[in-house]
């Protein structure tokens, strides 16, 4: 019990204190990202372009590499198609739901799924790495000795009437405790560090391994994983101040200022002294501050048809040229290259790149994205593979290894790919149904129509040149 209780502890510890950094980083890949600094008493226009400064390339730059992240097929050892592993994947709408991990590689540097045994086999889940705790050996950092999964569930009255969302009558935390064996349950009636854990049930999962597959992106040697977003929000942040400022110089000083000094706009009598407003008392009229309200000359409307003139001699008229704003922008296009060029986004994916790129030229550039792209995979397939492995234990089989083919979602020039095909056919006799899987956009079912229209149309051709010589079978 003492041993089930620290475990727990520690879980939940690990779990509230990594809070912090996970909604950071979730808030800045969603565009809740810091405000560019602004002094005290600033104006209201001012906390306007505030907010309007927040850009958010982060989600491009995470979503990306996971858009070219598709899971095309499971091989078994042989390297056979496996047709009970893919049922696996589709059972747990992995062809949708296999974003998500990619996502939270990117994002939090890394993923989790999960396996349950269930009346006729296993189900496989997609989890939340938020609510897990996965605590390494001592020895072994790569090796799990527990995890824990914490959440909270919200009570309502038990009424038949309709309540609003906010008539809650308590809150219940809940977690279980995982080993190789057993499922620890336990619940404590107040969310946070008030109140105890109390100890629900105790089941046997059945499995004979830990429930639970983490999938890290970039760990390193004691098996810590390194978000990709950690490195790119000073980034965003310095983007962000730059379009700030950039705004500022727009809406202030992006058009030439008229200037006047010296202009006094108080109304005088004939000796120089301040004339002041009168209320129908005949009484002066009494300000917010205590003063009297002094009577103020109308400032000249400026006009192209119009000539200004202000009385007394001190005024000066002159005009602030405007700011040259492409100093600005180009600053800010340098800040975007180089947060693409560390998350390793081509120019491509930048549209006023676009011009005049060929398919090597865009091959070129896509290498840095195609690099990123495999150690993600090659990070997910491991980690799927093991997840594959427990639903062989669920269902009763010996577990083995498989390989994951991922499809190629390279961007490729149409008429290099068709180009290829035909050096591979002429030359190389290279199988046809294979050389059309190549093309883009190809399925089996497409490849076998293909082929069956080929075959119809060689057959029409023959049927045609058979008539024309006069053998045909009517003769």
Known sequence: MQDELERLHVGTAAIAA?????????DNYRGNQALPYAPEGVSVEYLELRKQAIANWLAPAMDVPVQRMEMESVTDEQGKVDTDAWQYMTAAKMHTRQRILYSSMMVHGRAALSVSKVPGGGRMFVENVRR??????PEDPFSTQYVVKRWTEKKRAATGLWTPPGADVGVREYAVVYDDVSAVRWMKKSAGTLGEWTKVSE?????????????GSRVDADNVPHAAIDGLIDMQDAINTIRFNTLLAMQFSAFRQRVATGYDPLLRDASGDVIYLKGPDGQPIIGPN???????RKGGRVGVDRMLIFPGKDTKVFDLDESNLDRYVNVYVRF?????????????????KMANLSGDAMAGADATLQALVGDLQGEAAGGLSEAMQLMDRAHGRTPVHREISWADKAPKSFGQIVDG???????????????????????????DAWIEHAKEEAREAMELDLAAAGLGSGE
Do not use: C, N
């Open 203 to 215: 089941t046997m999962h059945g499995l004979g391994a830990l429930p639970f597959v983490q999938i």
């Open 132 to 137: 897990l705790h996965f605590e390494p050996s």
């Open 290 to 296: 205590g003063e009297p309200v002094p009577a103020l």
């Open 336 to 352: 975007l290259t180089d947060l693409f060029t560390k998350g390793q986004v081509p120019p491509q994916y930048a549209l006023d």
């Open 421 to 447: 095909i035909v050096k591979l056919v002429q030359g190389a006799e290279f199988p046809k149904r294979d050389a059309w899987d190549i093309l883009p956009g190809a399925t089996p079912t497409k490849v």
């Open 18 to 26: 990594a809070e912090k950094e996970w909604k950071r980083r979730e």
